[in-house]
Every structure is written in C-alpha cells, then in structure tokens.
C-alpha cells in the first residue's frame, strides 16, 4: 500500500526564496558587468549575421 505523499507549501516556499535570494544579489551587484556582456554579445551576433548575409548577396550575384 502507498503512502500518501505529504507536500509542505512552507518548506518548499522558504527553500526557493533561499536559493532566489542570493542569486538575485549577485545578479543586481553585477549587474552593469552583465549588461556589458550582454551588449557585446548582441553586437558579435549582429555582426555575425550582417556577415553572412553579404557573403550570401556576393555569391548570387557572382552565380548570375
């Protein structure tokens, strides 16, 4: 015969706001450093794309 399965709604609460919690402070102290990154980043990947793209116009209009 199973057991029932007890979930406790306050534990589970109070373990998630204690792993949120410092993650969120790390996250707002570091912040200018991730937004840096994250700028850098979107601007790599324009620069990926805007590339490729111009590599894909040249050789269609080489093919014609």
């Known amino acids: 015969m199973r057991h ?3 979930i406790d ?3 589970i609460t ?6 949120a919690s410092p993650l969120l402070g790390v996250i ?3 912040q200018e450093q991730v937004e840096w990154t ?3 980043a979107s601007l790599c990947v ?4 805007g590339i490729m793209s111009l590599v894909s116009m040249v050789k269609k209009i080489r093919r014609r």
């Open 28 to 30: 707002t102290f570091l």
């Open 38 to 40: 994250l700028r850098v």
């Open 4 to 6: 029932p399965i007890n």
């Open 46 to 49: 324009g620069l990926a794309v």
């Open 14 to 19: 109070k373990a998630f706001v204690g792993v």
């Open 9 to 11: 709604i306050d534990f």
